[in-house]
């Protein structure tokens, strides 16, 4: 038995498919390949093109989920299981994901203040958090020189 189907043997034993699934849609590969909605989004925008109709990042994750069921169908092999079990779960990441980012812009709002290095007033996109005094802030990016920006708020 070789060094790699040793490992592979090992890990069979410490980890379930799924825990093993888990483990690598948010370690590495997350890394590696971006976001799975940013990804999934490139992929689709490809296949859109390439099909002739809309794919949604969603439909990526799922016909990939496909392409392991059907070699898992040709050819049993744990890989096949842990990268089917991994695409479903990159599915519910894009889900999670675009939520996350629509809930994020709809709490963003837009303020001026003061930029130290273009020295003047800019418009700037932030989101309002709460200073360690209790005083709402607005922080950003200027839009001309990238430099912070922040814009004290108060109480209320």
Avoid at 87 to 101: A, C, K, L, N, P
Avoid at 126 to 152: F, H, L
Wanted: charged share 30%; aromatic share 6%.
């Amino acid at each position: 038995m070789g060094a790699d189907s040793e490992t592979a043997l090992e890990n069979s034993r410490l980890e379930t498919v799924n825990e093993e699934a888990q483990r690598l849609i948010t370690g590495d590969r997350n890394k590696t390949y971006d976001h799975p909605l940013d990804n999934f989004n490139r992929i689709a925008r490809i296949w859109s093109v390439i099909f002739g109709i809309e794919v949604s990042e969603e439909q990526v994750g799922l016909a990939m989920v496909g392409v392991k069921i059907a070699r898992e169908a040709y050819h049993p092999k744990r890989d096949n299981l842990v990268d089917g079990a991994g695409y479903f779960g990159t599915v519910q990441m894009v889900i999670d994901e675009r939520i996350r980012r629509e809930h994020e812009r709809e709490s963003t709002t837009t303020h001026s203040a003061y930029c130290p290095k273009c020295k003047c007033n800019v418009e700037f996109s932030s989101m309002v958090s709460k200073s360690d005094s209790g005083r709402n802030t607005a922080r950003g990016y200027c839009p001309k020189c990238n430099s912070n920006v922040v814009r004290i708020l108060g109480k209320e």
